[in-house]
């Protein structure tokens, strides 16, 4: 359902500030040396490609080959996430409180985590965390309850020495006019050094607020209704692909996203699906 | 099973699809024995609701025999022959223990889409877009039908279907708009639109005990059904100013009440109606609003402007200084349908009303595509069309 825009070329830098600046120079000074010595044609051409290639690298930040291994080096790759959201569950405030207290139970809601494991031998403080990362590889941590105040807040930070650097913390307060509990969780992830970074960057996906957002609002349905709304397994006359062949489901996932939010407003008369043709004769 | 599936603008099928099964504990399946085609299906069959996918099951005006209940529902057992509210509510958030159902904080899987479009989403509902949670519909011979703990209101006499069917939706829907619009004793009432939720509309506007209501349209045989069945007075719209013709009727003060039974689909003739089909086409604009604009200017200073018919998207030039000016209150929603079951389920056992004087045409569920199409153009005297699988 999400558009895919083409990202802006400043949200496209993957090269670090100093890397640029190598590129861009080394780019020159080999331009410089085609001018001065002017080599057989056969090798100016890959030279002139090479040097071409090291002054964009430079000048626009952009590394192909870094974007290809989903590398990112670059400041904002580094930045790290930072994501806070709240949601209103119509539960009482120490019911609430419970369940966030056993790390354990995170995973049930929190898309990007895989397991967590509490240590039950430290009273409960330290937890052993398991999270998704790109390229269907793992992320694992130790954590360590840092602040807690009974109903109210608990804060976690991953130990010293992780390989992730995340902390987080969950606030519990009263609704007002007894509409349950506010549940405020803030969530930080800081990239190591390295290109670890990129990876840790994307543990919360390509959109971290809305992730945390649909993961806080698949809690609250678990806690109000027991179950979390799912269309999953329905049918639909898209189960029938097996006799549809490849070309005409292709085109069918081209009509879907062309009729889907992006072809929002519809027009009349339909711009993006012909009706016309399919129309039935009326009997009279 | 045989089910009524979209497949692009004015193109449905009816295609054997897989049988539904118990997604969630709280789910039944149901089995349909009747399903009616709403005049907001024609939105979704028109194109004006996005977020529609090639092979959505249709339909959310539909009832039937419980064959399969989850083990989270307690109060069903196969054999209940029950009817199902459209928006799908779980009972449980501060939106359904208020009252608000079709306001369900937990029942759309898309929520997040929903909230891209209007801030916050709004219940999920069967077989109406992916914006709307993206459940498979009633219009098939098998139905699964999440929270069925909460929705589905069992009928154990002998009332045919016909005459129970349309709590599911369109009866609730012309309630909500009479209840909502505040109507006094004496007050004067103007409906537009005397398609199936207008009659409804009407039929409720009464019971609130007005002086006159005022019925807008211009098929004869609707015209004829809410003068018949609803004892309204009626203007037929062809060629006639109806703010003008509203105004002599109440000696200059305007309705009371203003109620739109259209919404996005209204039809207009002359400038006004090229004006909206061209931004339309240019996609500046998705619903067309000449009713809400027309009530606007003809209600009376301080009167209620209330809205059944359903808006999907956005519409431009509505006359926002003559509402101010003139102080109106406008209400609006999607009908609360789990809020009125009982009260109206009541109405039709003591003989108050029978619900069934809308049908005109029964169909078997394969001819799905002639009927979307008879029903959309009026034909043959159209007014409500059922489908049995």
Known sequence: ?284 | MKAVCWNGITDVRVEEVPDPKLINPRDAIIQVSSTAICGSDLHLYDGYIPAMKKGDILGHEFMGEVVEVGSGVKNLSPGDRVVVPFPIACGNCFFCQSGLWSLCDNSNPNASLAESMYGHSPAGIFGYSHLMGGYAGGQAEYVRVPFADVGPFKIENGFRDEQVLFLTDIFPTGYMAAEMANIRPGDTVAIWGCGPVGQFVIQSAWTFNPARVIAIDRYPERLDMAEKYGRAEVINYEGTDVVETLKQMTGGMGPDVCIDAVGMEAHKHGLEGYYDRAKHAARMETDRPYVLREAIQACRKGGTVSLAGAYGGFVDTIPIGAAFNKGLTFKMGQAHVHRYLQPLFEMIESGQIDPSFVVTHIFPLEEAPDAYEIFKHKTDGCVKVVMKP
């Open chain 1, 1 to 284: 359902m999400e558009v895919q825009m083409e990202r802006p070329l400043s949200r496209r830098v993957n090269v670090g500030a100093a890397e640029r600046g190598v590129s861009l120079l080394s780019g020159l000074a080999l331009l410089s040396y085609i001018f001065k010595r002017r080599p057989s044609t056969k090798m100016s051409v890959p030279l002139v490609l090479e040097a071409g290639y090291m002054m964009y690298r430079g000048a626009t930040g952009h590394c192909v080959f870094y974007k290809m291994m989903e590398i990112n080096r670059s400041e904002e790759g580094n930045r790290g996430i930072e994501v806070q959201r709240a949601i209103t569950v119509n539960k009482p405030r120490d019911e609430m409180y419970r369940i966030w207290r056993n790390f354990e139970n995170l995973p049930r809601f929190m898309t990007h985590l895989k397991r967590v494991d509490v240590d039950e031998a430290g009273g409960g403080d330290r937890s052993h965390w398991v999270a998704k990362a790109p390229l269907g590889g793992q992320a694992e941590w130790d954590a360590e309850i840092m602040e807690e105040r009974e109903n109210e807040y608990i804060a976690w930070n991953s130990l010293p020495g992780s390989v992730v650097d995340s902390m987080g913390s969950v606030e519990f307060s009263d609704a007002p006019g007894g509409r349950g509990t506010i549940i405020r969780v803030s969530m930080q992830y800081n990239p190591p050094a390295g290109s670890m970074g990129a990876a840790i960057a994307k543990l919360l996906g390509e959109e971290p607020g809305q992730q945390v957002r649909d993961d806080l609002r698949h809690f609250k349905q678990m806690m109000e209704t027991g179950e979390i709304a799912s269309v999953e397994g329905q049918p639909s006359g898209r189960n029938n692909d097996f006799e549809r062949s490849i070309s005409e489901r292709r085109r069918e996932k081209d009509l879907v996203e062309e009729a889907s939010v992006q072809s929002f407003p519809a027009s009349d008369p339909p711009a993006w699906i012909s009706g016309k043709k399919n129309k039935r004769s009326l009997p009279s």
